[in-house]
């Protein structure tokens, strides 16, 4: 089945205490993506990659990393959370080509910084 | 740059009602444009689309859109609403470098 798998689903942690979300696709695609969602704020884009080894700074960055090392997985990094952090998180990916299916999204993880 | 407006946070509507969202856009090209939907506790699925090939786009679920240049808009729109609808849509637009996505409209369908 043609997925992006992202985990874990739920994660509550500590200010300061480094994480990682993870994030997979099974279709091949060129581009990957993550976006927070917040309440009245829709989806904004933290960072995206075009291929590997290939990323570029979102709308809402700071305060995040994401590396491309894989053509499938694109973690995403938090390297010192904090509260304003709290969010639901989504890995998206498509083809290179913006006119075709957009984007696939995962299932969502919804981080909780204390 | 490129942006989606939607008007109207939350829409209400009856069960059997016509159900219209509403979304604008802005872009220096052509754009590409779809609707997504979010079910509770769920990730994004794409609705509909719009590449240009038909102003009319039709989706699953019996969603519609139309491409309106003129009005820079392309609103979403059901003839009947369905309990089922019940969720969170969101507008979206690509074309110069990646997609934007609008803050979301709540559609609630009352009995």
């Known amino acids: 089945e043609a997925q992006v798998t992202q985990n874990p689903r739920y994660l509550i942690t500590v200010t300061g205490k480094k994480l990682t979300v993870t994030c997979s696709q099974n279709m091949n695609h060129e581009y990957m993506s993550w976006y927070r969602q917040d309440p009245g704020l829709g989806l904004r884009q933290i960072y995206y990659?075009?291929?590997?080894?290939?990323?570029d700074k979102g709308d809402v960055p700071e305060g995040y990393k994401v590396s491309r090392k894989e053509k499938r997985n694109f973690p995403l990094i938090l390297e010192s959370p904090s509260p304003n952090q709290t969010s639901l998180y989504f890995c998206?990916?498509?083809?290179?080509?913006?006119?075709?299916?957009?984007?696939?999204f995962g299932s969502g993880t919804r981080l909780t910084v204390v | 740059a490129q942006s989606v407006t939607q008007l109207g946070s939350h829409v209400s509507v009856s069960e059997g009602a016509l159900v219209l969202l509403r979304c604008n856009y802005s872009s220096s090209v052509p754009p590409y444009l779809f609707w997504y939907v979010q079910y509770p506790n769920q990730g994004l699925q794409l609705l509909l689309k719009y590449t240009s090939a038909a102003t009319l786009v039709k989706g699953i679920n019996g969603f519609e859109a139309e491409f309106k240049k003129s009005e820079t808009s392309f609103h979403l729109t059901k003839p009947s609403a369905h309990m089922s609808d019940a969720a969170e849509y969101f507008c979206a637009v690509g074309s110069l470098g990646d997609m934007r996505f609008g803050a979301g409209t709540r559609l609630t369908v009352k009995p």
């Open positions: 998206a990916s498509r083809t290179d080509r913006v006119g075709s299916d957009g984007y696939t």
């Open positions: 990659s075009m291929n590997v080894e290939v990323t």
